[in-house]
């Protein structure tokens, strides 16, 4: 069989090449199968089965067959791409940056209770919400952060009430989400919380004692007690499914992923989000106390993640979100654009940050680097400047011109580039250059190892594992994905 | 494909901290060169310039010999890999670009413009 080759990258491991495609098909070759397929060498009679496979996955054609071959490949790298059509959906307020924890690696360096004047005032919160209908996007969800938001609860109450008023009009799908450390939240706040579906997001680092080690209340008290507490009060309210929670990593927890996993099935949580500590506020501040090098989150998280693939094994459907999400991109043909991991880098495109006094900027990393002395990033402030002048200026364009992962070093020739992203807040604040430095670059590290230990995973395809991943990437059961319900 | 470079003459100690990697112009160039350079550029001082009409040299600076002869082969090994992508990239990266043309502006007649592109 002659055949011609299709477009791909490689990268080398050890006893061979992975190579992928812009569809996302991937396939594993030896070093002597990638030097026969690249120098045309792989027979029909010989050699059938993997030019099958490489042909069923568009990695290469045979004469006559190309009109038929870049008609798929472009309907399936359309399909990979089309998170870039949702132009902003997601808008994230800064409600206040008044927090009643003081923790040490708070990335926004939260300001005391009483410092009234870092609250997002309610006419500030419209202006935004006009601003944030003039994207074309048809959903639009609104993320209340802070410090902690409950503290500015009337300016919730307007931000919603003013946004469903407009949604009239424009009739998008609307949706509300609170980041929350739950302590403060009260029986006042149940009725909007309840009749807006606004979906609560808060933080667990582990058992009480890893939890309150690094989560610590101004007043000194106990977070985790009243974490507890306020927990089953919202689900009472809204429902057992109603919290999720993400984790922040530390010295402190790093090494007892185990116990952190257990906690978060013991309180009924569906899943854990493993994230790295960010460089930017008290977090870079306290990093020579708090932090640790890129290998060693990565041998938590192998470690994490190999405990809950056990933990589903036994019979308990908990997910860890971060895993889900790349492997949905490595398995699927769907588009799953996610802010912080996606080419070209979704900050400002995908979603967008308002702070207190109406400033927009494409990250919340950004809002932090401001915080931190530095306006590169300011995209402009919704009193002074029109949607247009926002979304369409300079800083959203050198970032989505900077961030097409063609045009980046390493990552324009990385077979990881299909289910990898930019982020160019980082490498600016690491680099002084949005484009970044790969081979020094920590994000690039985390993201190469985390992807040799997933594809590693697969190329062994231990049906097992390979059952806990489907079920997690589809949102079903074991059972069901083994059909063992009858 | 590629004779090991341990075999090869490529590899010069000029001094106790410079190794000099010289490549023939003819096998490859200096895009691979420079995107290889790339990611070595923070662990010692790389300079690239021609030698004589026919070769470029890669000089390496660093004061720990054997990290430098080490250094020398990743840096031979990524030009390989890069001068192989931009030999595949001339096979297929008309193809590529058509692709993602059609994706976002779906070509009406792709068989004429596959003729036109691919030839």
Not at chain 1, 48 to 61: G, M, P, Q, T, V
Not at chain 1, 257 to 271: H, K, N, P, Q, T
Not at chain 2, 72 to 92: M, P, S, T, V, W
Request: aromatic share 12%; proline share 3%.
């Amino acid at each position: 069989m002659s055949y011609k080759l299709l477009p791909f990258s490689f990268n080398r491991y050890d006893d061979g090449c992975f190579i992928s495609n812009m569809a996302g098909n991937f396939y594993f070759l030896n070093k002597s199968n990638f030097a026969k397929f690249i120098n045309r060498q792989f027979s029909l009679e010989n050699d059938s089965a993997i030019l099958h496979d490489l042909e069923s996955r568009h990695f290469l054609y045979r004469d006559g067959d190309l009109a038929t071959v870049v008609d798929l490949l472009a309907t399936k790298y359309r399909t990979r791409k089309h998170f870039i059509a949702d132009f902003t959906s997601l808008h994230m307020m800064v409600i206040t940056l008044r927090c009643n924890h003081k923790c040490e690696y708070c990335q926004v360096s939260s300001e005391e209770s009483d410092a009234f004047k870092y609250d997002m005032a309610p006419e500030t919160a419209k202006r935004i919400v006009e601003n944030i209908f003039q994207s074309p996007s048809p959903c639009i969800k609104i993320e209340f952060q802070g410090g902690e938001p409950l503290l500015n609860w009337d300016t919730i109450v307007a931000t919603v009430n003013y946004a469903k008023e407009l949604n009239k009009s424009y009739n998008k799908r609307l949706d509300f989400v609170i980041c929350t450390n739950l302590t403060l939240l009260e029986a006042k706040h149940f009725a909007l919380i309840k009749e807006n579906r606004i979906a609560i997001s808060t933080s667990l680092d582990g058992t009480r004692l890893l939890h309150d080690k690094q989560r610590v209340m101004r007043n000194c008290s106990s977070s985790y007690d009243l974490f507890r507490k306020k927990l089953d009060v919202a689900r009472e309210a809204f429902g057992t499914g109603s919290v999720d929670a993400l984790m922040t990593t530390t010295v402190t927890n790093i090494d007892q992923i185990d116990a952190v996993v257990d906690e978060y099935i013991s309180l009924g949580f569906r899943g854990i989000f493993f994230r790295a500590l960010n460089p930017y506020g008290d977090a870079s501040k306290n990093a020579p106390k708090l932090g640790y090098k890129v290998d060693k989150f990565v041998d938590a998280y192998k470690k994490g993640l190999d405990y809950i693939i056990k933990k589903n094994l036994e019979g308990r459907f908990f997910l860890e979100y971060y895993t889900t999400l790349l492997l949905r991109r490595i398995l699927t043909p769907f588009s799953t654009g996610f802010v912080d991991l996606q080419f070209p880098s979704g900050a400002g495109i995908s979603g967008a940050i308002y702070d207190y006094n109406g400033d927009v900027f494409p990250a919340d990393e950004a809002r932090m680097l401001k915080r931190m002395g530095d306006s590169k990033f300011l995209m402009g402030n919704v009193f002074r400047n029109t949607y247009r002048d926002i979304f369409n200026g300079s800083v959203i364009r050198e970032i989505a011109e900077k961030t097409c992962a063609e045009c980046m070093p390493e990552c324009s020739s990385c077979a990881y580039q299909p289910y990898c992203g930019a982020d160019p807040i980082r490498n600016y604040l690491e680099t002084n250059d949005i484009v970044g430095y790969r081979p020094l670059s920590d994000f690039c590290k985390k993201h190469m190892l985390i992807f040799d230990f997933l594809f590693e995973k697969i190329k062994n395809n231990n049906p097992d594992e390979m059952d806990v991943f489907w079920s997690w990437i589809t949102g079903r059961p074991l059972k069901d994905i083994r059909c063992e319900n009858n | 494909m590629f004779k090991p470079m341990e075999e090869s003459n490529l590899v010069t100690m000029i001094d106790d901290e410079t190794i000099l990697l010289k490549l023939s112009k003819e096998f490859y160039e200096k895009e691979a060169v420079f995107a290889s350079a790339h990611k070595f550029n923070k662990k010692c001082s790389v300079e690239i310039k021609p030698i004589e009409e026919k070769y470029v040299g890669i000089y390496l600076r660093l004061k720990d010999k054997k990290a430098l002869s080490d250094i020398a082969k990743d840096l031979y090994d990524g030009i390989i890999d890069h001068q192989l992508r931009r030999d595949l990239e001339k096979e297929f990266g008309a193809i590529r670009e058509l692709i993602v043309r059609h994706a976002f502006f779906p070509v009406s007649n792709l068989q004429n413009e596959i003729q036109s592109n691919t030839k």
